[in-house]
Every structure is written in structure tokens, then in C-alpha cells.
């Protein structure tokens, strides 16, 4: 007689849903229809438990050797900002960790780094010990691709309320990290009207391309209706719109995007759309360019220099 396995409530490695009747074919068919989802390499939980810090920090738990901190990326998950790259959705990465010893962990399912750590790098969440959100956003911005770190910083100063004055001072203790340059020159600029990584990226590309600074969450009143923009220029009236594929696909999406925008060209704005292709070559180009020209049309010949504002004579947001 086939028993049914245990539901997997709380969150437990291959062993233990072993244990509860899971088998390695179960977990993968489970898997693969959807009733049961890897939350961390090695660790399975029931698809419809909520997922939140306390989930995260059980799994966190299951594989987490002794004398570790939860670093890095892994970190950034735990205080509810998924930093991981979109192949992390298939393929789970292992929980990484930084040893308060100074050495590396070579444990299953984990991966170690060496850095030092002051004891105020380290907090606890649900008796997992974890970089605090500062050290934390600090250090990926350290590590990983210019977008992603203006993305990083966007989102801990969205969700944990660190300023570019927080980061400068932990900057301070960075000197001579491979990465520090890259933090200190994102760090003014981090901003917690962002949205989503997209939006980072976007005003970030802006900024590389020597493009005045723009300002994020505009919103615009109309007879139309109130529409609130990803980032623009206000007083030029000029908007910068990123269409995502999860909230600008649908038939009904595109449809409400076009009023939107019809609405806001009679009113005199200039919409320019950047879409996942525009973030890297032609595509890109395509937007910048298009940018670039909206913006000097609207300053004008006697005021075409500038660097991060607004515009010659138009005072910087």
C-alpha cells in the first residue's frame, strides 16, 4: 500500500522529507506540479506556506554550519530583498556564509567567504546570525555588476531605510576592498523611491549616459486621472516609463499603457518606454538617443550643459 508522505509544513532538507515519506522521485514530481517548492538548495517546504523572514530563517537553520553568518547574497533574501540572479528561480543557490573565525566553510549546500566582520555587521533574525541590512547592502554593492549594485542599494534604502549617509560611513572602513570604488561612487545616489530593480536600472543608465538625474514616483495630475511615472523630469515634462513583462504583457496592460500615455502627450509630456531589450545594445541606444534629444529640445541651445540636473537654470531635484 502507497502511504502518502507528510505534508511538508515547516521547511526540511532531502533527509528529513526522506523520513516523512518523501522520496526522491515524490519531491520531484511534487516539484514539478507545483505542490512543493525548494526554498534553499537541499531544502523543500509545502508551495503554499507563506513564504517571509521567519520561513526563510527555518531553512536558513537546516544547513547553516556552526560559528557562520549569512552573508551576501543569501543575506539580502533574508531581510526580504532577492538579490539573485533569474536562474536562482530553477536552480536554487546555496546559502552563503562568512565564517566569524576567518575561515571558509567547505559544508554541502553552502558557500563560504572570507571577510572580516565588526560585531555591529551582525544581527539575528529568528536565531540566524546575519549581516545587518547596511553591511549587507555594502558589501553586494562591492561584488556584483554596476546595475545590480545601484539596485541593491535602491532596494535596502526602500526597505531598511539606509541613506546615502549611512553608506558613506561604512565606505570609510572598506578602503582598499576590491569593489570599493563601485560602492563609493553609487552611494550618493541611493534612493528608496524606487520601486523595483528595473527602475534602478534604468535611472542608472541614465545617469552613465550623461543624462541629467531623474527623478522617480512623479505623479501627474490630469482630466484623465492621477498617473504616477517611473522617473522623470517634472519640469520638463519629459517621462521615462520601464514596460516589465509581469505588469505590461496582457492585452488589457498594453491597452491601459496607451491611454496612459495618449493622455499624457496631449498634456505636452514626452514619453520615452524602455523595455527589457532597451537595457544593453541597440535597444539601448534606441531610448537614450530618443532621451538625449527630449532633453535638449526642452532646455534649449543656451542651456544644453549639464551633467546631473535638471537642466541650465531649472534648480536639481
Known amino acids: 500500500m502507497d502511504v502518502r508522505p507528510t505534508p511538508l509544513t515547516e521547511p526540511a532538507t ?17 516539484r514539478e506540479d507545483g505542490r512543493v517548492r525548494r526554498v534553499l538548495r537541499g531544502v523543500y517546504v509545502d ?9 526563510r530563517a527555518a531553512a536558513a537553520r537546516l544547513v547553516m554550519p556552526a560559528r557562520m ?18 536562474s536562482a528561480l530553477d536552480v536554487p543557490p546555496h546559502l552563503e556564509v562568512v565564517a566569524r573565525g576567518g575561515t571558509r566553510t567547505r559544508l554541502t549546500g553552502t558557500h563560504g567567504a572570507l571577510r572580516s566582520l565588526a560585531a555591529d555587521d551582525v544581527m539575528e533574525l529568528d536565531g540566524v546570525p546575519v ?8 558589501d553586494l554593492a562591492c561584488l556584483h555588476g554596476r546595475l545590480g549594485a545601484a539596485a541593491v542599494l535602491d532596494q535596502f534604502a526602500r526597505r531598511h531605510g539606509i541613506t546615502p549617509e549611512d ?11 576590491r569593489g570599493v570604488t563601485q560602492l563609493r561612487e553609487l552611494a550618493p545616489s541611493a534612493c528608496g523611491l524606487l520601486e523595483s530593480p528595473a527602475e534602478s ?28 511615472l517611473d522617473l522623470a523630469y517634472p519640469r520638463l515634462r519629459i517621462a521615462i516609463e520601464y514596460d516589465g513583462e509581469e505588469h505590461h504583457s ?17 498634456a505636452g509630456w514626452v514619453v520615452v518606454v524602455v523595455r527589457k531589450d532597451g537595457l544593453s545594445g541597440p535597444g539601448l541606444d534606441t531610448w537614450v538617443r530618443q532621451l538625449r534629444a527630449a532633453v535638449a529640445e526642452r532646455v534649449g541651445p543656451a542651456g544644453r550643459r ?12
Open 47 to 55: 508551495a503554499d506556506v507563506p513564504d517571509g523572514t521567519t520561513l
Open 14 to 30: 532531502t533527509e528529513q522529507a526522506a523520513a516523512l515519506g518523501w522520496t526522491k522521485r515524490r519531491l520531484q514530481r511534487a
Open 69 to 86: 553568518v549569512v552573508c551576501d547574497r543569501s543575506a539580502a533574501w533574508m531581510h526580504g530583498v532577492d538579490h539573485w540572479e533569474p
Open 306 to 317: 549639464y551633467a546631473r540636473g535638471e537642466g541650465a537654470g531649472v534648480h536639481r531635484r
Open 167 to 177: 553608506l558613506r560611513a561604512i565606505t570609510a572602513r572598506f578602503a582598499g576592498r
Open 201 to 228: 536600472w534604468v535611472r542608472r543608465l541614465v545617469v552613465d549616459h550623461q543624462l541629467p538625474m531623474p527623478t522617480p514616483q512623479v505623479v501627474v495630475l490630469l482630466p484623465e486621472g492621477q498617473f504616477r
Open 131 to 138: 549581516t545587518t541590512p547596511l553591511r549587507t547592502a555594502a
Open 250 to 266: 496582457s492585452p488589457e496592460d498594453r491597452e491601459r499603457d496607451r491611454l496612459r500615455r495618449e493622455a499624457l502627450r496631449r
